[in-house]
């Protein structure tokens, strides 16, 4: 506030209380309805100055306030250097910067220190207000940034400075000494969720409550509901960002295999996979459905001379799962080759991309690993440089020897799984493997069976930690036998007769496989649900945001 008197009453309003005070021929009444309106009059003018002291009182007004939404309308190229937040260290000490970030915490000090952090991205940074003539700050300024409500875009001009000790609130060790400082976009005073609140480990909860205090805990709906406050947790900042590399690192790793890489359309007209679990839809009032992968299409690549062929897309399962492993919709890592004498050599390309994807991982994404770690804490993936491999036979009686009964024809349901995991893991030190000569019963109709034993295919599932991320096989390229095997399945061969007949024109042996984006990156972390790992997660109750 200021020291100075108040302001005189307007000129106009002094002028008339004046000639009200002098003219006799005024009466008392009319003289103190003058009055009224002076004192009035000076009211406002007092109210005007006070609302306007950045123009009428501080001389450094120019170096920070809200910035008017037509400056930012791309009205102008400034040519001004911005820096990134992370990129900043001791080397940048003494250099002014430009930075723009949300404000993650606003601290005053006093009237005329005041502390704010910046956020971007998974960095942030300390940036500190002193009230100086010399630093062009004023208590004005100090007021102005604390101000600022929570998660505000902020853009910030200063100094980058070393601190006396070690910062442990920011991931960045160095300050930024403010000099400007100006709102882009205020947030809400209140938010729906405490952004420190969605970060918290168990291990906080934990500490919390031992020491009698009760700490506000986001549930999983809460967080999904407001998705765009969730995602700027720097667990979920790595997540997205290991799931980039793992994307990258798929399409990389099958480029240098000499594999195209193909787009499919997700309108189909039957099922790609057997089985009622599908949306249909009408497709200009035909009949149709959403690919649950793109099998039919990815083959018809390979008799269309491709050889190998991949593709990264979307996938739709109108599957009632309600698990924490299940997605109506996900991200399918999908591929297809010819084989020129046994589908292991399909194996042999997802060992060595699998094992490929880890090594990046683990090598390059360090900070990613270390920040997913400190809110959810897991143990490094065991992998073997070569990847093992045991029949379905071997698996089932390697759980029945630890008391686990299997129908020998059936599938593995997820406790059958996840303690084939642990049995592996015990014997074979690894948490990567595949299973191999799965039962015809349980595999999907285009799969080619065994040649010793037609009750078994040429098919396997990759295991992660005792989760199935990986179905494969070889499959049929014969049009009789790929009939056949859809009749079997309850397929009305009509709606995949294109996909049938392109058999009939020269088709070579072929195999390939399809896993799960988001499966991948929940396993490899150790994540205890796939909608961590899903931005924006469909599942059967969610289709917001």
């Not at 021929?25 to 003058?34: A, C, I, V």
């Not at 459905?289 to 390979?302: E, F, G, T, W, Y």
């Not at 000569?437 to 992660?464: E, G, H, K, Q, W």
């Not at 995949?496 to 072929?510: L, M, N």
Request: proline share 6%; net charge neutral.
């Amino acid at each position: 506030m200021s020291s100075e008197p108040p302001p005189a009453p307007s000129a106009a309003a002094a002028e008339e209380l004046a000639a009200g005070l002098s003219a006799a021929t005024l009466s008392k009444k009319q003289q103190k309805k003058d009055a009224r309106k002076a004192e009035k009059a000076e009211k406002a003018a007092q109210r005007q100055q006070q609302q306007q002291p950045a123009d009428a009182e501080d001389p450094f007004a120019a170096n920070y306030g809200d910035v008017p939404v037509e400056e930012i309308q791309s009205k102008a190229i400034s040519g001004r250097s911005w820096s990134q937040i992370a990129d900043l260290d001791d080397s940048a000490a003494g250099r002014s910067v430009l930075i723009r970030g949300a404000a993650q915490a606003i601290r005053p000090v006093s009237k005329k220190m005041a502390f704010v952090v910046l956020r971007q991205s998974m960095s942030t940074v300390q940036c500190v207000l002193v009230a100086s003539a010399d630093a062009g700050v004023s208590t004005q300024m100090v007021r102005f940034a604390t101000a600022f409500s929570k998660e505000s875009i902020v853009d910030v001009e200063g100094v980058v400075s070393l601190p006396k000790e070690p910062l442990k609130a920011t991931t960045q060790q160095v300050e930024i000494q403010v000099r400007k400082i100006y709102c882009i976009n205020r947030a809400i005073p209140t938010l729906p969720i405490n952004l420190e609140d969605a970060a918290r480990s168990e291990a906080d909860f934990e500490k919390a409550e031992l020491a009698g205090e009760k700490l506000v805990r986001v549930g999983q709906d809460t967080r999904l509901n407001y998705r765009a406050i969730d995602l700027r947790t720097p667990s979920n900042q790595a997540i997205f960002r290991i799931q980039c590399q793992v994307e990258n690192k798929f399409r990389e790793f099958l480029l240098s295999k000499d594999f195209v890489g193909i787009h499919t359309p997700k309108l189909i007209s039957g099922s790609s996979e057997g089985g009622a679990a599908v949306f249909k839809l009408l497709y200009n009032g035909q009949p149709a459905c959403l690919a649950q992968s793109p099998q039919l299409c990815k083959q018809m690549a390979i008799c269309g001379g491709f050889e190998r062929v991949f593709e990264v897309g979307p996938v739709f399962r109108a599957e009632n799962s309600n698990t924490h492993r299940h997605l109506c919709e996900f991200v399918g890592l999908d591929a297809e080759m010819e084989i020129k004498e046994h589908y292991f050599e399909v194996c042999d390309i997802i060992d060595g991309l699998f094992v490929s994807i880890f090594k990046h991982l683990t090598e390059n994404c360090k900070k990613e690993l270390e920040t997913i770690n400190r809110q959810y804490p897991f143990e490094p993936l065991k992998y073997l440089d070569k990847t093992l491999k045991l029949t379905y036979e071997e698996g089932v009686q390697m759980l029945k020897e630890a008391g686990t009964e299997i129908e020998p024809m059936g599938d593995l349901n997820t406790e059958a799984e996840k303690k084939l995991g642990r049995l592996v893991r015990e014997k074979y030190n690894t948490d990567f493997f595949i299973l191999y000569r799965y039962p015809l019963a349980v595999r999907p109709f285009y799969t080619m069976p065994c040649y010793d034993n037609p009750a078994y295919t040429n098919s396997f599932d990759v295991f992660i930690r005792g989760e199935e991320i990986i179905s494969g096989a070889q499959r049929i390229h014969t049009p009789e036998l790929l009939a056949k095997r859809a009749t079997e399945c309850g397929i009305d061969v009509s709606t995949i007769s294109a996909y049938i007949e392109s058999f009939s024109y020269g088709a070579p042996p072929h195999g390939g496989f399809g896993v799960g984006l988001e499966r991948v990156v929940m396993l490899f972390c150790a994540l205890n649900n796939i909608r961590k790992t899903s931005m924006f997660p469909r599942d059967p109750q969610r289709l917001v945001p």
